[in-house]
Nanobody
């Protein structure tokens, strides 16, 4: 069982930045694929970014590419999402998730509770 705790959400003006963090339990963190997803009110949850177990390969949704950066610190069992040039349409609850297989492109097995990000215009 893996437990995930997100932090770093909040209210920011358009054009601003936030960094989300997600701390994970488990002794095999370095083997996990990690992802960030978001869900806006009235919309389905959507993929934002992911990073493979090795950290060398990352994936981004087209809507955030060039603005968001996913990274991981295996020593701290933490994955980050640096969000720059935020837009009102980035407003959502952001979730981190773990893919035990490590690919970051498969099924995600564990999910955090989410952290709210609100971008004002």
């Amino acid at each position: 069982q893996v437990q995930l705790v997100e932090s770093g959400g909040g209210l920011v003006q358009a054009g601003g930045s936030l960094r989300l963090s997600c701390a994970a339990s488990g002794q095999t963190f370095s083997t996990y694929g990690l992802g960030w997803f978001r869900q806006a009110p009235g919309k389905e949850r959507e993929f934002v970014a992911a990073i493979r177990w090795s950290g060398g390969t990352t994936y981004y949704a087209g809507s955030v590419k060039g603005r968001f950066t996913i990274s991981r610190d295996n020593a701290k069992n933490t994955v980050y999402l640096q969000m720059n040039s935020l837009k009102p349409e980035d407003t959502a609850v952001y979730y981190c998730a773990v893919d035990e297989a490590g690919t970051a492109k498969g099924v995600y097995d564990y999910w955090g509770q989410g952290t709210q990000v609100t971008v004002s215009s």
